[in-house]
């Protein structure tokens, strides 16, 4: 069972979801700066300021959603294990808000970055490929 009551479970789940959710925005700004930079060069342009810039978004984003089940979007509580804390995904089946932040967590904090990181390396891959083609007939 969980040992420290239920302010630190809060805090546990909170730095859990806001880290996880940060990661994968970063890691979608990544690949997106990246098939920027590789297959629209013109606009791969990044200064310092830019890339601060997105950082505070990514972390902005994952603020968002991490802080909402502290606004009564959601709720975090114990797993289905009780030995750590995190979204409490038993309180959709009997309340309709925590089941809308569960689909909007799934919509874009899942599928949105990986559709991202998906599209972005496979015009990164076919850039790669038909640079390869021009390469070979010169």
């Known amino acids: ?81 009780g030995t750590a804390c995190c979204i409490d995904w038993r309180s959709t089946n009997v309340n309709a808000v925590a089941m809308s932040y569960i689909m909007a967590l799934f919509v874009f904090c899942y599928i949105l970055p990986c559709g991202v990181i998906v599209t972005s390396y496979s015009l990164i891959l076919v850039t790669v490929k038909e640079s390869r083609k021009a390469v070979e007939q010169h």
Not at 57 to 80: D, K, M, Q, V
Request: a positive charge.
């Open 1 to 81: 069972r969980w040992l420290y009551g239920k302010q630190i479970c809060l805090f546990y789940a909170f730095c859990g979801v806001l880290f996880g959710i940060c990661s994968l925005s970063t890691l979608t700004l990544l690949s997106t700066v990246c098939c920027l930079k590789i297959c629209f060069p013109a606009y791969g342009k990044l200064m310092r300021q830019h890339g601060q810039i997105l950082i505070a978004c990514a972390w902005t984003y994952a603020a968002i959603f991490a802080c909402s089940p502290l606004a009564h979007w959601g709720e975090y509580g114990a797993e289905p294990y």
